[in-house]
């Protein structure tokens, strides 16, 4: 901003705002998000008994090591489990990485059949299938995607977006209110965009995300405007232009930005590092956190000072303007006059 | 403050925050062979993404497993050896069951070895009904899956952190849901006897049912008629009141939802002793039945139910915990580093604000914790050692114009006063906003960044200015107290 314009600066930051947002979009509408483990649909391969292996550890470890290196040997399997209702109806799931067609799935399961009936466990000298009287089957599963969570979460952010108009234009500066709300929308925006972009792993928490790109650039785009109403009431700045006295209430402010960008980033990569080792879930839901943290930051020490500093020209360029051609005082000047020159008239009058 | 009165505030705040701690992230022990200790942190509710969840698959009637149908042809090659095929108490499943995929289905439901229309329009029907039912029962995070096109899978969160209670909720949950039928007030037992009076459950009866607290009976579902189900409701219990039957029964279907006894014509609700969790089951499924396309007439098989471990992984909100604590307390020292006597306070602050967070979501009920209300934890807590922190450099600015130190810290404070009231009064109202109008896991993040945002406002505003002016109290005098908070004045060191 301190180089270029700020109509070229403006310009820039919308180009490359919208050229991510419409690119995000057109790819969200194509492919959608990528889906992640909770909202992907698959297909599970399930093996069952007669109840012996909710009784015997052993042989429910050994069965799954057994039909997990069978599944493993043409699949890749996403994950696994165990269940069983009150130690009836016990189930082992190998979920698949990916989806197979009927036909596939159908022999597969025939012939892991087979096998389990052939193989014999341990040096019992009995096959799992006469031990256990084991089915195998196969289950093809369609996430139905939850949209009256986003629908309400849309309405609720809307309704936050008018909120915080409302009060950053009250407390602040009605320029400052809308700022705020391009930069909330923007940083919203933005954040789901690059997630589209970059086939990060969604689920429904993304919402959650969402919500937090809009809370975090209240925050920060609060703490920028927090300094710039704090330094427009200083002498030493009221004869700047709007333009550098935005500039340096943003430099000071940066360090501030920082340091919440800093700390909320921090956590976000220890969790993400942690969701490597514990679930890929949990990685992917912490880069499209950290990807809002990121969009804020830039958005509240770039775009938005960018969008402020237009307003505030042109305000304070009306300001002078009407403080120029004061009518008013014109208007009550010619009344004045027009007073003064009825005055003897009507001295003479009452004489 | 004086120095006295600073030191028993300091050794009392000191040891009940020890305390606090203690009892809020102790990991759980056994203080007798039957009873053991829990601390907060453990019975913290957590949604199905980070704690335990349930699942079941919906069978509809005529629609069995792989297990069920193995379980049948046994049964029938048992017969046929102890020869009672021929009484026909016992029928070939070959011969009524066709695989479909995964599951066997009937064969009334197939013409030429394709499905009926009549049954796939019902199966979508109900499929559609269920959806609905569990998206309106506000639950963190659930997941609904059509499997092998004719089942239907759901996956809920643990509602309870005692294993039994949530069983039977997650039981209870899944069986309600399953209800086909419509809605009906009536003296009879079930849809197909005939009652001394009925009233029809529909919209035009019924404007919507929500739950209430009633008190020592636990929990009670309200039903809110319009003017025209009033009328109604009022004709039905005065009928009830003056015949030999007086047990209204709310039927859905075949299965009674609700019980009261009539004594006197009533008024304009009813209720009964109930757990919250049911109650809210209960008032969800009359809330979707009276909606348009909210009942269905596809029957389903009892479900069985099955307990699954995290989404994310079996230990990984134990795993978060510690990194949010290792984070922490990373926080707190670069803090003690930077600030010095401040930093302290800032210490002190931040462990009530973290305790007080941590009481929060175990106590309130109403808290489930998932994913987003990690993040929302971390950008509350990230916003509150923010402000602290605009807080400390201002009374540093202030102190560089030549001021006290205890004029510097009431001008600091003064001046970062207003922002701190603006960021935190917009945060929560934006909180507030999204706890009442958004569901499932925003409503809950919601929930939970506005409590840790309110907490913060208090512990930034007065907590920690409190803690500062307690720890102020403690050195000598003016030289020691401006090296204490760590900074540094040529005239002073020159005294």
């Known amino acids: ?351 | 403050m004086g120095k006295k009165k600073s030191v028993v505030l300091i050794v009392l705040i000191t040891i009940v925050l020890a305390g606090v701690l203690f009892l809020s992230i102790t990991p759980t022990f056994y203080v007798s062979n039957v009873n053991r200790f829990n601390s907060l942190l453990s019975i913290v509710d957590l949604g199905s993404d980070l704690g335990d969840g349930y699942y079941t698959v919906y069978y509809p009637e005529g629609v069995i497993s792989k297990s069920e149908y193995e379980m049948l042809e046994a049964e029938y090659e048992y017969a046929l050896e102890n020869g009672d095929s021929g009484s026909g108490s016992v029928d070939d499943p070959a011969e009524e069951y066709t695989p479909y995929k995964g599951i066997y289905l009937s064969n009334e439901f197939l013409e030429n070895g394709t499905v009926l229309q009549s049954f796939q329009d019902d199966f979508d029907r109900a499929y559609e009904a269920i959806k609905s039912r569990f998206e309106a029962r506000r639950l963190s995070d659930y997941s609904v899956r059509l499997q092998d096109d004719y089942t239907i899978r759901v996956e809920v969160p643990a509602l309870d952190h005692d294993d039994a209670e949530a069983d039977a909720v997650a039981q209870s949950m899944f069986q309600t849901f399953a209800y086909s039928g419509e809605l009906l007030f009536t003296d009879a037992t079930s849809s197909t006897a005939s009652g001394t009076a009925e009233m029809d459950g529909t919209s035009e009866n019924i404007r919507s049912a929500s739950t209430s607290n009633a008190g020592d009976s636990g929990y009670a579902v309200v039903i809110n008629f319009t003017s025209a189900g009033q009328e109604a409701f009022r004709e039905l219990t005065s009928t009830l009141s003056s015949s030999d039957s007086t047990t209204l029964n709310v039927l859905l279907g075949d299965h009674t939802l609700l019980s009261a006894t009539v004594s006197e014509e009533m008024d304009v609700y009813i209720t009964g002793g109930y757990t919250q969790e049911s109650a809210e089951t209960i008032a969800t499924l009359i809330n979707c039945v009276i909606r348009d396309g909210g009942t269905f007439d596809l029957g389903f098989e009892s479900p069985s139910y099955y307990e699954m471990s995290p989404t994310l992984g079996e230990h990984t909100a134990l795993v978060v915990a510690i990194c949010i604590g290792v984070l922490a307390l990373a926080m707190l020292v670069f803090s003690l580093i930077k600030f010095k006597g401040m930093g302290l306070a800032h210490t002190y602050g931040f462990i009530t604000y973290a305790l007080a967070v941590i009481a929060c979501i175990s106590l309130i009920p109403a808290v489930q914790l998932t994913l987003g209300g990690v993040l929302a934890i971390l950008l509350a807590s990230a916003i509150m050692v923010s402000c602290n922190y605009y807080a400390f450099n201002n009374i540093r600015k202030e102190f560089a114009t030549g001021k006290t130190l205890t004029s510097s810290i009431k001008s600091g404070y003064k001046n970062s006063l207003a922002f701190t009231i603006d960021v935190h009064a917009i945060l929560v109202i934006a909180g507030l906003a999204f706890y009442l109008i958004a569901t499932a896991a925003v409503r809950y993040m919601a929930l939970v960044f506005t409590l840790a945002i309110a907490i913060s406002a208090v512990c930034t505003l007065l907590v920690t200015r409190f803690y500062l002016y307690m720890f102020m109290a403690q050195p000598k005098n003016e030289r020691r107290r401006i090296a204490f908070v760590g900074f540094k004045r040529e005239e002073t060191e020159d005294d």
Request: aromatic residues 10%.
């Open chain 1, 1 to 351: 901003m301190t180089k270029l314009s700020t109509k070229k600066c403006l310009l820039m930051c919308l180009v490359i705002s919208l050229v991510l947002i419409v690119a995000g979009a057109f790819l969200f509408g194509f492919l959608g998000f990528n889906t992640d483990s909770t909202t992907q649909d698959y297909t599970s391969v399930e093996v069952a008994d007669n109840g012996y292996m909710a009784t015997d550890s052993a042989f429910r470890s050994s069965l799954e090591e057994l039909c997990l290196g069978e599944i493993e040997g043409k699949y890749a399997v996403g994950n696994v489990s165990y269940s069983d209702f009150a130690g009836t109806d016990p189930h082992l799931e190998f979920i698949l990485s990916e989806i197979v067609g009927d036909e596939e799935m159908g022999t597969f399961v025939e012939g892991l059949e087979s096998t389990l009936s052939t193989e014999t466990y341990g040096d019992t000298g009995r096959t799992y299938g006469e031990i256990a009287d084991i089915s195998v089957t196969y289950h093809n599963a369609v996430y139905a995607a939850h949209y009256e969570q986003v629908w309400r979460a849309a309405i609720a952010a809307a309704v936050v977006l008018v909120l915080l108009f409302a009060y950053v234009a009250i407390r602040f500066k009605v320029g400052m209110g809308v700022t705020s709300l391009i930069a909330a929308v923007h940083d919203v925006l933005l954040t789901l965009a690059v997630v589209a972009l970059c086939r990060i792993p969604a689920g429904a928490p993304l919402v959650c995300v969402a919500v937090f790109a809009m809370l975090f650039s209240m925050f920060l785009n609060l703490k920028v405007f927090g300094k710039m109403r704090k330094d427009f009431r200083l002498d030493e700045r009221k004869d700047l232009s709007a333009k550098d006295a935005i500039e340096l209430s943003v430099r000071e402010s940066r360090k501030g930005v920082f340091i919440a960008s800093i700390l909320a980033a921090a956590a976000i990569v220890v969790l993400a590092v942690v969701g490597i080792i514990a679930g890929f879930d949990l990685f992917s839901f912490m880069i499209a956190a950290l990807v809002a943290v990121i969009a804020c930051t830039y958005s509240s020490l770039v775009l938005s000072p960018t969008i402020y500093t237009l307003i505030k020209e042109k305000s304070d360029a009306a300001r002078a303007r009407k403080a120029r051609y004061d009518y008013s005082s014109e208007k009550a000047n010619k009344k004045n006059a027009k007073v003064e020159g009825n005055r003897p008239e009507e001295s003479a009058g009452n004489a």
